[in-house]
């Protein structure tokens, strides 16, 4: 991976006065945001053969995949946007009560202002363009700050944003951790940040010191409930296209299983067919397998998987690893006790636990022990445990019968809550995150 050289105090100040959000400058309308949204479309898809390239070179991602994944949801985020945006930004009118009789309330979304946004490695082009889109609905000035693991899709974003925009608008800066550090202690109006808890609380204490509103994606432990009353088949061939997509790097990915214990040897059993099925018997000769982003992850990874296997932990299929590439074979283990780490860390990568239960109320009550994870999955056909489960959980959001396509729904709002995070992205979601709804009362 190239070095990454971190911005300096004087240059990152020069940049931040220069798109410093004035406000007293006239509030841009709907056909002026809408241009730039169809300019950001273009550059996108000029530039698509460069971005395959970058995301081949930073962690061998299947140019097929980069359209599925990366540059067709954020085309469709501007579809989406640009068919609306005209309606979102309308006066709300609301009602007023008779006390106030001869008068009239309604609120007006406003852009809240400087807006700094900070995106991961995992989905790039994904993550990045879709909070941009976001915020540029809602009329804001932007700082964008793309991850430093992924320096070749970094350029090219940075490249594509330059393109589209004037440098007052949005810009790009380039860095790692110092650089992060740096922006957060500037002075922002809005925040967004996706990554991990950790640094996720960091990020919202920055923010406390000048009450900037936030918003934080952070993942967790997603569980996907595998019941008795479900098609196993499809449950087995969406489960392994979820989990082990993007090498299992993935904030939404099924963290770990949850399978009832009479269905657990069949289920397994179709669950390695799909795998092979995706990647061939040897993953590591598959065009369609990515690689473990780097070498840190890997490590971190192998560590993990080690620590659950000296604790008795089996591994029911795959294994391999190979450090030289940073390849970590789709990996099903059991059998875990539940001191070892992966019991209790986000796994982030192609390593899937399965854990027994004799009864949905076992499953319910595993996943409540835990946080509140960004997503959940439950697989059957009883709309008894099916209701059971959306009573007596709470997560991000939920999907039934399948895994993560929730978020590639425009219409369902996106994010966490509490460890997982909080705020809401993706079409009006994003576009009244990014703003500020403001309540306007006239007496006539």
Request: with cysteine.
């Amino acid at each position: 991976m190239k070095t990454v050289k971190e911005i300096s105090t004087k240059n990152l100040e020069s940049i931040y006065n220069s798109i410093s959000f004035s406000q007293n400058k006239e509030v841009s309308t709907a056909k002026e945001r809408i241009k730039k949204l169809k300019k950001l479309k273009k550059n996108i898809i000029n530039y698509s053969a460069e971005i395959k390239k970058a995301l081949f070179k930073d962690f061998k991602k299947n140019p097929s995949e980069v359209d599925i994944t990366e540059i067709f949801p954020v085309t469709s985020e501007i579809n989406h946007t640009i068919n609306n945006l005209s309606k979102w930004m309308r006066d709300e009118p609301v009602g007023t009560p008779i006390t106030l009789i001869g008068s009239r309330s309604y609120i007006k979304y406003e852009p809240k202002g400087l807006v700094l946004i900070i995106t991961p490695w995992n989905f790039p082009i994904n993550l990045t363009f879709v909070s941009l889109i976001n915020a540029i609905s809602a009329g804001n000035s932007v700082i964008v700050k793309p991850s430093e693991i992924t320096y070749n899709t970094s350029i090219i974003i940075e490249k594509i944003i330059e393109k589209t925009f004037k440098s007052n608008e949005v810009t790009t800066v380039l860095g790692g951790a110092e650089t992060a550090k740096k922006l957060l202690k500037l002075k922002f109006n809005h925040i967004l940040f996706i990554g991990s808890p950790l640094i996720g609380k960091i990020v919202m204490k920055s923010a406390s010191k000048f009450l900037a509103s936030v918003t934080l994606e952070l993942g967790g432990k997603s569980p996907t409930i595998i019941d008795k009353n479900s098609n196993l088949k499809k449950a087995a061939k969406r489960i392994a296209w979820s989990k082990f997509l993007n090498n299992g790097q993935i904030c939404i990915a099924p963290d770990y299983l949850l399978i009832n214990k009479s269905i657990k040897k069949i289920f397994i059993k179709l669950l390695s067919k799909e795998i092979q099925k995706l990647y061939s018997d040897k993953p590591v000769e598959s065009d369609s397998y990515c690689r473990i982003v780097n070498k840190n992850h890997f490590e971190r990874l192998s560590k993990l998987l080690k620590d659950t296997t000296k604790k008795g932990a089996k591994i029911l299929i795959g294994g391999k690893l190979d450090k030289t590439i940073n390849f970590i074979e789709p990996t099903v283990i059991d059998n875990l006790d539940h001191k070892s780490k992966i019991h209790d860390e986000e796994i982030f990568g192609p390593i899937l636990p399965i854990y027994e239960y004799n009864n949905i109320d076992e499953a319910i009550t595993f996943i409540n022990q835990k946080e509140k994870p960004l997503a959940l999955y439950i697989f059957s056909n009883s709309n008894k445990n099916i209701n059971k489960v959306l009573k007596r959980t709470s997560s991000g959001g939920i999907c039934i019968n399948h895994s993560t396509l929730h978020y590639s729904n425009y219409n369902l709002p996106f994010g966490g809550v509490n460890n997982s995070g909080f705020g809401r992205c993706h079409g009006i979601y994003g576009f009244k995150e990014f703003s500020n709804g403001k309540s306007i009362f006239r007496q006539y």
